[in-house]
């Protein structure tokens, strides 16, 4: 990094004055790296229609390296208007000849089927998400993947109880599904989006993000592993023009999109007035709201969780710590400590805490927006840590003495970059919490249980973690209230965005 | 009935703003006219000004309307049908003169839905709400909550049921509401106002505007404090670029599915889930 230009002297680099604590070197840890030898990957990757892998007509490809040593792992198909028009035509086929009238029952066993692969070949998937994406491999293991493989087997149990979850609506699936997801969760955005999306009959076609395509194309291999009927899921890898290819499609019903609020609006007009069903899950600038009476080292904990967890490449992040005035000294201090211990570094070593910033482009993003944090005179404060030579890595950040006119207090950063704010009543804290365009999620720390009630109803966000951050699972909806999006992710509200429903007079 | 010989009171159809009645602050009317093409009424011409004052006065009420007990929500809009009751002769005749073909069926249909969505405020939660079993000690649930502020474009037809059936999910939940009454037909709705502002509906929760669709739809659309539109009575020709500037601050684009569900209630609704952990 050192580009950034500081014009605090406090923080980077003045060790915190409780450093005495810190473990030093005499403790650091041995390197522990986990062994990518349990993961093959190809020189180059086709694309994956109709259940095989297809050279791209646009005859383009693009590497993907590793964000982590810069290293190219692998070159893969880059998807032209002709090649998104071949995997639509695909899953339309699919669609109508097989998938449409399979029963329930039959297509919740291919969903098991994928749930249980996914939980066999987990320390694969695991491996290579880590090698492609930069995100820490204790993560990737015990968060991305075993929440794909339940999302799996979560929607696999509704495919043949839809009846159930929509009485008297006969509920019946939409058609072709063009979904596009983003490189922060790349094997498990692959699943929120594909589960429902079968579970309710249809057929897909799935653009991964152009950083981090290698888990859905290995998730391709299994698919073709369990027999799951040809052009039932195709994958079509590229950058955004792929991805406003698929959308613009003619012959797709619905488009899921998750990833930045700019490019869902900008896929919000290129449909309009089309009559295909949207779901969007964009951006957030999450709040993290601290009482003074909060039980102080879970809130540390969840404060670190809510805004380190995937170098807060996290939609749902919480990057806008509101701190009640009282606590502000203690706290500070605690988590400056907490920040000094975060180990920051190869991702694949089991220890890593904060792995590598998942782009080039990202890591200037994110640059760019702590320089006008520094510039708009916010006081910035990194711990001592030794960054790797290569690769893209950025230094846990916090912001103390941000105001709400800070564009790090109102812009995602997307990045590992927490700006503490405070206040002193709950009606302050809810006010400033809500006085963003966003709204996809909010923390609340305190012990006393009227009041996280109370500031839960009158939070602006799809979700609340009270006592808790960053936590998901497949039978809990996700989403957005605002910009953050519309519709929901996980559970039985997760279903609606993949059915119609009977229409007309009466009560439907 | 007016007596032989006595000169008839005529009603000024004027605009529904923050429990007010004011005329356009532009100062212009339209002719409403009937089949034949003779002409009703002079209603009030909207502009974007009214429309930003309409919006404001509904984004101010929204935090006390949503905030009040679903209990209370029934009870207020149980109350607007008894107005609707009261005043069966003074609808009956508009909905006629809107060129409705049996306007008491027209009206009693419309009573029932008004008193089928008010008994909602209580049951939403019920129905389209959800505990989540988490893997894991915490406890989760799913509820639904109104979005916000709520443009609608009403349907022309049927004039009176078409606006109620579009209306009344929109506040059952919470939200406040700015309406476009239908360009052509727009009677009903002034007299809709009327009722409404001497029910119990706080000012602010309903507005409603007279005007052209294609000076008034635009500009709802693009608003940034909007937080929905329902585009039910948005011509086809005009509903792309409806969408388009609807996706300016992702607004929630809603149109009529059924006539009566509380999936038209949920679609003026946003779900949110709610985590906490357990531990002794």
Same mark, same amino acid.
């Given at each position: 990094m050192g580009t950034i230009r500081k014009r605090t002297s406090s923080g980077a680099s003045a060790p915190s004055k409780r450093g005495a604590i810190v473990p030093a070197s005499p403790f650091a840890y041995a390197p522990a790296p986990e062994s990518r030898g349990i993961v093959k990957i190809k020189d180059r990757y086709g694309l994956f229609i109709g259940g095989r892998f297809v050279e791209p007509r646009s005859k383009r490809h693009f590497e993907t390296i590793s964000p982590s040593t810069e290293e190219v792992l692998s070159v893969v198909a880059d998807a032209g208007e002709e090649d998104v028009d071949r995997a639509v035509a695909a899953a339309r086929t699919a669609y109508a000849k097989t998938w449409r009238a399979l029963p329930g029952r039959e297509r919740a066993k291919y969903l098991y089927r994928i749930a249980r692969a996914l939980q066999e070949r987990a320390r694969e998937f695991a491996v290579l998400e880590t090698l492609d994406g930069g995100k820490p491999i204790k993560e990737s293991r015990d968060v991305d993947v075993p929440l794909a493989a339940a999302h799996f087997f979560y929607y696999a149990g509704w495919a043949d109880k839809l009846d159930w979850a929509f009485p008297n609506r006969r509920p019946r699936p939409l058609g072709v599904a063009g979904q596009v997801i983003p490189w922060n969760f790349p094997l498990l955005m692959a699943a929120w989006k594909i589960a429902p999306a079968l579970a309710c009959g249809n057929t897909v076609v799935l653009k991964p993000a152009e950083t981090t395509p290698l888990t859905a194309l290995l998730l391709a291999e299994v698919l073709q592993e369990v027999d799951l009927p040809p052009g039932v899921v195709n994958v079509v890898t590229g950058a955004g023009r792929t991805g406003a290819a698929l959308v613009a499609h003619p012959d797709v019903n619905k488009v899921a999109f998750t990833g930045s609020t700019d490019v869902g609006k900008a896929i919000a007009r290129s449909i309009a007035g089309s009559g295909k069903r949207l779901t969007l899950e964009l951006g957030g600038k999450a709040a993290n709201i601290l009482f003074s009476d909060a039980p102080i080292d879970q809130a540390v904990e969840g404060v670190i969780n809510g805004i380190f967890f995937n170098q807060g490449h996290v939609c749902c992040a919480g990057s806008r710590l509101l701190v009640q005035e009282p606590l502000l000294p203690v706290l500070i201090a605690k988590l400056k400590d907490r920040l000094q211990t975060l180990r920051v570094g190869d991702?694949? @070593?089991?220890?890593? @805490?904060v792995g590598a910033i998942n782009s080039r482009m990202q890591l200037g993003k994110i640059e760019e927006l702590v320089q006008s944090g520094i510039d708009e005179g916010a006081e910035i404060y990194q711990p001592e840590c030794t960054l790797p030579a290569k690769g893209f890595f950025f230094k846990p950040t916090l912001f103390l003495g941000v105001s709400q006119s800070h564009r790090i207090a109102r812009e995602e950063i997307f990045g590992p970059v927490l700006s503490v704010l405070t206040f002193r009543t709950p009606e302050e804290a809810v006010e400033k919490a809500n006085n963003t365009a966003y709204g996809l999620s909010a923390g609340i720390w305190t012990e006393k249980g009227s009041r996280i009630l109370w500031m839960a109803q009158r939070l602006r966000a799809g979700v609340v973690w009270a006592n808790t951050f960053n936590r998901f699972d497949p039978s809990s909806p996700f989403g957005g209230y605002k910009e953050s999006g519309f519709g929901r992710e996980g559970?039985?509200?997760?279903l609606e965005a993949y059915l119609a429903f009977e229409q007309g007079a009466g009560r439907g | 009935m007016a007596s032989a010989g006595r000169v008839r009171i005529r009603k000024t159809y004027k605009l529904f703003v923050g429990g007010a009645f004011p005329r356009s602050e532009s100062g212009r009317a339209y002719p409403v006219k009937d089949a034949r093409g003779d002409v009703l009424a002079q209603a009030a011409r909207a502009s974007r000004k009214d429309l930003r004052d309409a919006i404001r006065s509904a984004r101010g009420a929204f935090r006390s309307w949503s905030e009040k007990t679903a209990y209370n929500r029934g009870q207020i809009l149980y109350r607007v049908a008894e107005l609707l009751e009261g005043r069966r002769a003074q609808f009956e005749e508009e909905i006629a003169r809107s060129g409705g073909r049996k306007p008491a069926r027209e009206l009693d249909a419309a009573i029932d839905r008004w008193v089928w969505y008010a008994g909602w405020c209580d049951k939403v939660h019920h129905v389209m709400g959800t505990v989540n079993p988490v893997a894991g000690p915490y406890f989760v649930f799913t509820i639904p909550e109104p979005t916000g502020v709520v443009g609608i474009v009403a349907p022309d037809e049927p004039a009176l049921l078409g606006l109620v059936s579009r209306l009344a999910p929109a506040i059952v939940s919470g939200n406040t509401a700015v309406v476009l009454a239908s360009e052509t037909k727009p009677l009903p709705a002034v007299t809709l106002a009327e009722v409404l502002a001497t029910s119990d509906v706080p000012p602010g929760v309903v507005n409603v505007l007279t005007g052209l669709r294609s000076e008034l739809v635009p500009h709802l659309a693009g608003h940034m404090d909007v937080n929905a539109i329902d585009v039910t009575g948005v011509p086809r020709e005009m509903r792309a670029d409806t969408e388009k500037l609807a996706a300016e601050n992702v607004k929630r684009v809603v149109f009529a599915k059924s006539d009566e569900s509380p999936y038209e209630i949920t679609a003026f609704t946003e779900m949110k889930t709610v985590w906490h952990p357990m531990g002794a």
């Open positions: 991702p694949l @070593d089991k220890n890593t @805490d559970g039985l509200h997760g | -």
